[in-house]
């Protein structure tokens, strides 16, 4: 099903922050004070907050109240506009007078899957395939001006900041690093839209979307949201290992909307501890990457692996988590919990 787009044309914002931003915790500090900063999230998210929103006519309220209840708090995911027209690279006339686009289209006034403007304003496309991860791509606009950097756009609800330029291949087109990376491979030829770009996201827990009323001659009301993208995230999922035999079951890994996370090219490893942290390595899980494209792979433990764990005849928690490394060397911890080592009965 396709996700509803939030219908931000009906509020007119005032102000507008859209922008990945980067997760990172403390590594420490060396002898030097100089503190070692890991980022943790393989490649930020984005943060989108609106603000300056004046619900001034019934519509607008209650178009407004019914997109409350459709988010529950949180929970459901929409395509989110990033509002970025005013940086993009926008078709010049004659003169270098700036073009204006026509009026946006959307297939539903209230609940859209489907919103551009009427009229093809500015036209990209993906120049040659784009690994899953790859920080770099190349974009050749066909109807705008040229990419210069700074530039925000969308790929199938994915959004990218271009943070340079590293080469002009032909007049239209550049060569140019891009954050947060690709999450999954993008196909040569895939739409760039840099006039109406959207990223999947869901609103931001604990804040208040209730408009403040305000009654005159006629009720207004004034509000701002805030959205989210959702990382890779570490999921907690325990695992009961039999003594006396095997633990084999197909895994997949998808990202918090659903979406299966492409692994082609990356390495996978499970490895077993009495305790996270410390100690040596107990066992180490078999696995078998055999649909990477759709995030899909096969997770063996041996149950004799692990006959040097003490007490045989009880139920023993290990622990265990699985390691991802992308081509480009980013790794992340998408699963981990406890190994529950329990006896067998049949030898």
């Known amino acids: 099903m396709a996700l ?31 503190e070692t900063v890991i980022q943790t999230d393989g490649g930020g998210r984005w943060a989108i907050t609106y603000s300056g929103i004046t619900l001034r006519s019934p519509f607008q309220q209650r178009l407004w109240d019914s997109w409350v209840s459709y988010l529950r708090g949180g929970a459901r995911a929409v395509l989110c506009p990033i509002l970025s027209l005013p940086t993009a690279p926008r078709p010049l006339a004659g003169g270098g007078a700036i073009l204006r686009p026509s009026k946006l289209a959307a297939n539903d006034d209230r609940f859209p899957t489907s919103v551009s403007y009427a009229s093809p304003y500015i036209i990209a496309t993906v120049i040659g395939d784009v690994a899953a991860r790859a920080t770099t791509m190349t974009l050749n606009v066909s109807q ?3 990419i210069e950097g700074g530039e925000k756009f969308e790929i199938s609800g994915r959004g990218f900041v271009i943070e340079r330029v590293l080469s002009r291949p032909s007049a239209q087109s550049a060569t140019v690093i891009v ?8 196909a040569s030829g895939s739409p760039a839209i840099f006039d109406w770009p959207k990223v999947q996201a869901k609103a931001a827990t604990g804040q208040t979307l209730a408009p403040d009323i305000s009654f005159g001659r006629t009720a207004t009301a004034s509000r701002s949201a805030s959205w989210r993208t959702s990382p890779m995230r570490t999921e907690r999922m325990d695992i009961r290992v039999y003594r006396n035999a095997d ?75 699985l390691r991802v490394t992308y081509p480009d060397g980013i ?17």
């Open 179 to 186: 954050s947060p990376p690709a999450r999954a491979a993008i």
């Open 247 to 321: 633990y084999c079951e197909d895994w997949q890994l998808n990202d918090n909307i659903g979406a299966p996370i492409d692994l082609t090219g990356c390495t996978l490893d499970l490895k077993i501890r009495a305790n996270a942290g410390q100690g040596s390595i107990v066992a180490a899980a078999t696995i078998d990457l055999h649909d990477p494209e759709n995030g899909i792979f096969t997770v063996t433990i041996d149950g004799a692996s692990l006959s040097s764990v003490a007490g045989a005849g009880e139920i023993i928690r290990l622990a265990y988590d």
């Open 4 to 34: 509803f787009i939030f219908p931000v044309h009906h509020f007119r914002p005032t102000q507008v922050s859209a922008a990945p931003v980067p997760q990172v915790i403390s590594g420490g500090t060396n002898l030097n004070n100089d």
């Open 331 to 347: 790794q992340a911890i998408p699963v981990a919990g406890h190994i529950i080592l329990t006896p067998g009965v049949t030898y």
């Open 144 to 146: 705008g001006a040229r």
